[in-house]
């Protein structure tokens, strides 16, 4: 019997031909070779089966939708078929330092932990070659993982290294989630009490296209699912018994932070995400005084138009 690879490198893509070889390729550039590559084609149009074939190495393995049926059935299809003691998700899009695979198995197989996380920069597309962000964008260590991911923490899918059975524990990604499928995904396999460390160093880089562009209907969306995955969270937390006061202070502010993203687009969103901020911390302030000052001379909602009119004439790009 062959020997199993200790790690799967799940890579979802559609219709980004002209990008999945760069992901694959950073793949098989790792220092650490014990791996195996699975491309999970979500129906895509173009080229994209061409690509992934052309690169002719036995470790690669090329998975075809019938039909577009979104990125978390396209992962979950990669996870039924992935055989590695460890699991990672890379966007085909992203890709990996060559360092990253090696560094973050020798820190599970050291610390028994069961999800690995590492820092990433962001690069962005040019019509000559990538810019490259000199910022690095830390993960930092987490102390309690629930509060720092329920409080707005985000790093790519890449960051995580993750053993099979904390994956298969949660069945994989959430079908239902039409947005923020990665951050509820790695939400969930904290609630499961998995423990988390941290690799301190780049493990690859997050592709910001230059046409992206939200229109309202998908910023819509995403406020949506981000209201729906807080709100999930916070029901999962009182049935579990599972607050703390870091855990309360996280919640809320990414409540009060989604109330201001409401401002403007619909009202009663607002002040129902604010409710909800009151509800799980009575005693909740505003993170700026002058805000503060303002909440108890004003109320929510003028405190917001004062503070959005003070950046616009100030730090026009900075809202």
């Known amino acids: ?23 694959i390729q950073s793949v ?14 979500d129906g895509s149009t173009d080229n994209t089966e061409e690509v992934v074939k052309s690169l002719d190495d036995p470790r690669v393995h090329y998975i075809r939708h019938k039909e577009n049926r979104g990125g978390s059935e396209a992962r979950n299809t990669g996870i039924e078929h992935a055989k590695g003691k460890y699991l990672t998700f890379l966007d085909s899009d992203d890709w990996l330092t060559s360092m990253a695979m090696k560094m973050q198995v020798d820190m599970l197989e050291t610390t028994g932990a069961d999800v690995c996380y590492g820092d990433w920069r962001r690069a962005y597309e040019s019509s000559i070659f990538p810019h490259y962000s000199d910022e690095i964008f830390s993960a930092a260590p987490m102390p309690d993982p629930i509060a720092s ?46 423990r988390f460390v941290h ?31 807080i709100f999930d969270s916070a029901r999962w937390l009182t049935l579990n018994n599972e607050w703390n006061k870091e855990r309360r202070h996280a919640i809320a502010l990414s409540l009060f932070r989604h109330a201001q993203r409401y401002y403007g687009i619909d009202k009663n969103q ?5 409710k909800k901020t009151i509800e799980i911390l009575p005693d909740f302030n505003a993170p700026r005084k002058y805000y503060r000052i303002l909440v108890a001379i004003l109320g929510y909602y003028r405190a917001e138009t004062i503070r959005r009119i003070i950046l616009k004439i100030f730090f026009r790009n900075k809202m």
């Open 199 to 229: 690799y301190k160093g780049v493990v690859g880089y997050y592709f910001q296209h230059h046409e992206y562009r939200v229109s309202r209907s998908n910023r819509i969306r995403w406020l949506t699912f981000m209201k729906r995955h």
């Open 28 to 41: 098989l550039n790792q220092t650490y070779q014990d791996f195996e590559v699975i491309i999970v084609d």
């Open 149 to 194: 991911l329920l409080g707005n923490k985000w790093c790519p899918p890449f960051c995580y290294l993750i053993r099979r059975k904390a994956v298969v524990n949660i069945n994989g990604w959430n079908n239902d989630y039409k947005a923020l499928q990665d951050r509820d995904f790695v939400v969930r396999i904290a609630f499961n009490r998995s």
């Open 270 to 274: 607002f002040q129902e995400c604010l």
């Open 1 to 23: 019997m062959p020997k199993l690879p200790t790690v799967s490198v799940i890579i979802p893509t559609y219709n980004r031909a002209h990008l999945v070889g760069k992901a």
